[in-house]
């Protein structure tokens, strides 16, 4: 199957500071990603989607301006997560779609912790 | 309208047994319906997936039944097997965004 990768698998950071999450379709182009969160023990929520060449689309209540994304390729997409604080630590998880559009392809995750 | 109703929330079953998940939806316009698994640690993997144009997709132990009139569609695994131990997802998609159930941890006793 499709393969996505991501990096990195885990971070801890201070809170304040920013990290970036990268995400990358490692066998096909994908001119969308998709970015989701998961809190433990619980469902995928999507935060945004990606789209290369334009602006993401967020969902409703994620922050655009805390959680900043660049599709700068057709295989890769960034996360950002700006003046991360404590509740900010999830497990992020991208996903591109290769045959179409529902067929997605989910990274291993990249799980963040903000001391 | 957008959720997707998904129950047990956990379930256990003995080494042979068949597992049965299922899931409930309300906007008729999703169009696509797959199952993840997913292992601590790592992202979803598909697992199978159908579209409201079928009762029932087979794929080895794996079979989903889907209800259009009833908005229903569950998963089936037969012959379980302890590595079939993980969280399972169901999701619907009309747009390629996809909305999850809230998942259920499945425990395979030996």
């Known amino acids: 199957g499709a393969v996505v990768s991501q990096h990195p698998s885990w971070v801890i950071c201070k809170s304040g500071t920013s990290v970036k999450i990268e995400c990358r379709s490692l066998d096909f182009q994908a001119t969308t990603m998709f970015w989701y969160r998961q809190f433990p023990k619980q469902s995928l929520m999507l935060m945004a989607t990606?789209?290369?060449?334009?602006?993401?689309?967020?969902e409703q209540g994620v922050e655009k301006d805390k959680f900043l994304i660049n599709h700068a390729s057709l295989t890769l997409s960034t996360l950002t997560v700006t003046s991360a604080h404590p509740e900010d630590s999830s497990f992020y998880i991208c996903?591109?779609?290769?045959?179409?559009?529902?067929?997605?392809?989910f990274g291993p995750g990249t799980r963040l912790l903000v001391l | 309208q957008q959720q997707v109703k998904q129950s047990p929330q956990s379930l256990i079953v003995q080494k042979g047994g068949i597992s049965i998940i299922n899931c409930a939806y309300e906007?008729?316009?999703?169009?696509?319906f797959p199952w993840y698994q997913q292992f601590p640690g790592k992202g979803p993997a598909l697992l199978i997936a159908?579209?409201?144009?079928?009762s029932e997709k087979k794929e080895g132990r794996f079979t989903i039944s889907f209800n259009k009139s009833a908005k229903q569609f569950s998963l089936h695994i037969m012959d379980s097997q302890p590595g079939d131990s993980a969280t399972y997802f169901c999701a619907a998609s009309n747009t390629g965004k996809l909305i999850f159930g809230q998942g259920t941890t499945l425990q395979v006793k030996p």
């Open positions: 990606s789209n290369e060449g334009s602006k993401a689309t967020y």
């Open positions: 996903s591109a779609p290769q045959t179409g559009p529902e067929t997605q392809y």
């Open positions: 906007n008729t316009a999703f169009d696509y």
């Open positions: 159908i579209r409201p144009d079928v």
